[in-house]
């Protein structure tokens, strides 16, 4: 049994339905040491030949057995392990990546190999210096001549220490002088013991191997052993692995350096949809903030004043408008509610003295949680036998000094009817407990005082409205008035008015969501351009790359590699769009900010932690999302078209 043999080869490329046979079953069997040179004319089905022993055609009859083992019933993977570990390819057009150096690309086929890092770049900077490239190791293939770049080809072949070296046409573009120093190099390997198949249609080259084979009309014509094979080496190929994940993010980080101008617009491009985005949610979080925090500052959106639904001829009826412990009932058993507190208005016939000075009071009312207690710009709060002023009724009773009035004793009359319905004025002495302002403060005392006033003539006051408190978020101030609503009096109306501008802000905020809805819907739709450029600029990327998916195949990477190598540079689009998307909606919260600062006060755009790591997921799963069809474009190329691809 020989190390390497060849059964009946035939191989036929079909146009349309038309075969054409262009190996026609040969059998031929190779041993390590041996340097075979492969002879034929151009068209003859050589380069076929060199593809179905290096395993990247498997589309063909007969049986290639190395040692002992049919190729034949290999799976992809095993194939691709086997081009990795056993076969190191040689190309007459050198196949190197154009944008890795001399070193990194040794290093690629290195790279699949267990060795460890430190190991690998030892090995390629050694192979290297084998093939007389040490001084060469930073430059690129373009800034090389043709014999420099066989020479890296070849050391990029040796790099995983393969048992067979098929070089295809290796001298095919180079002068007689690099002819000669690249077949020495070949003639070192197979005395290293290996198995070095060359071809060739130079009979000159053919003489410099051990054995010429000669290849016509897709037959043997001949096979001449011209020279003793060399010793069988010893056998310490290196284990190998699939380029793994982080080698594909490196290389496609390598490949973006090199393309750096059009990486930059791309990265520009997608960063466009990821900012508007940002931008979006962080301009809906600052004008919700802002509004809600004018609201918020003027009233209490969680309290509601609640007063009996009557119709005119009603409303001069206490018993008609009064809030009945039933109703009160009523109100403390709805969801959230809490404090149903008893409230007292007058509207008119109130009046205030200190001294020679008088103020009228049109309206009235008890100290309640709809009076702000941050509306109070000096003093506080009425306690019992005290009383709120608004900063007007105070500056009726001293127009210099309206703030002098806290603590002072001022006099309360109220007109009204006894309970013989016969009018008579209430009065009382009240300190003043504080100074509010007029728009969202009110003249108030508490609710024990109001009575007390009442009962010193012996009249009996009943609540004319209640206040009461939602607890928890202001979404929940809606459903209190919509329960409150379902109440019904005998004539079928609403038994209860509510006040408060709780629902109204759950509303507006409903308003500004949809708001940010529809900006949010136009920032997507410039993530959908972004997405679509990505798809574009990926599937020119794989076809420019076609060339080098094929090296790639050849060297062992596996379909599954290829295909992450497009998700890492989409993966790196995705999150280098996202940091500057970050950076440039920052930029315009700053200048925003610090504008809206000045003008009100309020930092209009708020980013939050939230909308940058929704950013950076957003563009990275959408750049994943477009790498998705030119990536799986790339695995699926066939790596002999692709290594054929101009
Ligand atoms: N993918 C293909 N589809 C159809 N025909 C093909 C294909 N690849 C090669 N052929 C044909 O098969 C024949 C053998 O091609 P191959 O490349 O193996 O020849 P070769 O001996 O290596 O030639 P050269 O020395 O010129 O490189 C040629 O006639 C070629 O046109």
């Known amino acids: 049994m020989a ?19 262009v190996l026609k079953g040969l059998n031929l069997s190779f041993e390590q040491g041996e340097f075979v040179s492969i002879l034929g004319e151009s068209g003859g089905g050589k380069t076929t030949l060199m593809n179905i022993i290096g395993g990247l055609d498997s589309n063909y009859t007969g049986d290639v057995v190395l040692n002992g083992q049919s190729l034949r019933h290999d799976t992809n993977k095993q194939l691709d392990a086997y081009r990795r570990q056993t076969i190191g390819f040689i190309f007459q057009n050198f196949n190197l990546i154009s944008h890795l150096t001399v070193l990194q690309n040794v290093m690629v086929s290195l790279e699949m190999t267990t060795l460890t890092r430190k190991q690998q770049e030892d090995r390629a900077r050694e192979l ?85 084979v000669r290849l016509t009309d897709g037959q043997i014509s001949e096979d001449q052993q011209i020279k003793q094979p060399y010793q069988v080496g010893n056998e310490n190929e290196l284990s190998t692995h699939t380029l793994k994940f982080t080698a594909t993010l490196k290389m496609a980080l390598e490949n973006m350096r090199y393309n750096l101008k059009r990486n930059i617009l791309i990265i520009i491009g997608a960063a466009i949809g990821i900012f508007s985005v940002i931008v979006m949610l962080g301009l809906g979080n600052g004008v919700q903030g802002y509004i809600n925090h004018e609201i918020y500052s003027q009233v209490n959106p969680n309290a ?63 100290f309640n949680p709809t009076i702000l207690k941050k509306s109070i710009t000096k003093g506080s709060a009425p306690k019992n036998g005290q009383i709120l002023l608004t900063k007007e009724i105070a500056a009726k009773l001293n127009k210099k000094h309206p703030y002098s009035l806290i603590g002072k004793k001022i006099t309360f009359y109220q ?38 006033i009442y009962q010193a003539k012996k009249i009996k ?10 607890t928890g978020s202001v979404k929940n101030v809606k459903p209190v008035q919509n329960k409150i609503k379902t109440y019904r009096n005998s ?35 410039s993530l ?94 959408i750049s994943l999302l477009a790498a998705l069809a030119p990536a799986g474009k790339a695995a699926r190329l066939d790596p002999i078209e692709s290594l054929s691809y101009e």
Do not use: C, W
């Open 3 to 21: 190390y390497l043999e060849l059964h009946d080869i035939k191989k036929s490329y079909y146009l349309g339905n038309e075969a054409f046979p």
């Open 528 to 621: 959908l351009v972004s997405a679509i450029m990505i798809i574009v600029v990926l599937y020119i990327s794989v076809s420019e790359r076609t060339k080098e998916i094929g090296i790639l195949r050849a060297l062992g990477a596996s379909k599954g590699s290829i295909r992450n190598l497009f998700f890492s540079e989409a993966f790196f689009i995705g999150l280098f769009s996202s940091i500057l998307a970050i950076g440039l909606a920052e930029g315009l919260a700053a200048v925003a900010n610090h504008i809206a600062q000045s003008g009100i006060h309020y930092q209009i755009m708020q980013i939050v932690p939230g909308n940058i790591l929704f950013g950076v997921i957003v563009s990275i799963v």
């Open 415 to 452: 007109n009204t009817l006894n309970r013989q319905k016969r009018p008579v004025t209430l009065s009382k002495t009240l300190t003043v407990s504080g100074v509010a302002k007029a728009n969202t403060g009110s003249t108030s005392m508490t609710y024990q005082t109001m009575k007390a």
């Open 491 to 525: 004539r079928h109306k609403q038994q209860y008015t509510i006040t408060g501008v709780g629902g109204f802000v759950d509303t507006l905020n409903t308003y500004i969501n949809l708001a940010v809805n529809v900006l949010a819907t136009i920032a997507g739709i």
């Open 128 to 212: 290297l210096n084998q093939v007389g490239l040490a001084e060469h190791i930073k430059k690129f293939p373009n800034q090389l001549s043709g014999g420099q770049k066989q020479r890296v080809a070849i050391a990029r072949a040796l790099a995983s220490d393969p048992e067979i070296i098929i070089a295809d046409e290796p001298t095919g573009a180079l002068d007689s002088q690099n002819t000669q120093e690249i077949l020495e190099l070949l003639d070192q390997i197979a005395t290293d013991g290996k198995l070095v198949i060359t071809v060739t249609h130079s009979q000159t080259v053919a003489n410099y191997g051990t054995r010429i």
């Open 461 to 470: 006051i009943q609540p004319n409205f209640v206040t009461l408190e939602v």
């Open 304 to 366: 509601l004043q609640i007063a009996k639904n009557v119709s005119d001829s009603e409303s001069a009826n206490p018993n008609k408008i009064s809030m009945q412990s039933k109703d009160k009932n009523r109100l403390r058993k709805i969801k959230h509610v809490k404090n149903v507190a008893d409230g007292y208005y007058v509207q008119g016939g109130s009046q205030l003295r200190l001294g020679r000075k008088t103020a009228a009071v049109s309206f009235m009312q008890t």
